[in-house]
Nanobody, 122 residues
């Protein structure tokens, strides 16, 4: 079992920045892919970013490309999401995830954190 704990959410004005962190504990496999999804009642679940823990290769959702950066600290089993130029549409509950690659472009996320709220005002 793997436990994921997020931190760093909060409220910010449009154009501001926040940094989210996720620390993994338990039976964490360095071969995992880790990432972030966000959820809103209006739009449901949206992919934000993922990173391969082994080689650091990152992928981003279209709506955050160029504004968000995901990175990992392998020594501390920690993943960070730096969010810049935040906009009201980025308001959501952000979940950290961990999982495995199941195909060339597919992944299965077996572990989810409880989530941390990000609120962006105009």
């Amino acid at each position: 079992q793997v436990r994921l704990v997020e931190s760093g959410g909060g409220s910010v004005q449009a154009g501001g920045s926040l940094r989210l962190s996720c620390t993994a504990s338990g039976r964490f496999d360095p071969g995992y892919v880790m990432g972030w999804f966000r959820h809103t009642p209006e739009n449901g679940r949206e992919f934000v970013a993922r990173i391969s823990y082994a080689d650091g290769r990152a992928t981003y959702g279209d709506s955050v490309t160029g504004r968000f950066t995901i990175s990992r600290d392998a020594a501390r089993s920690k993943v960070t999401l730096q969010m810049n130029n935040l906009q009201p549409e980025d308001t959501a509950l952000y979940h950290c995830v961990a999982g495995i690659r199941t195909g060339a472009t597919t992944f299965r996320y077996d572990y989810w954190g409880q989530g941390t709220q990000v609120t962006v005002s105009k």
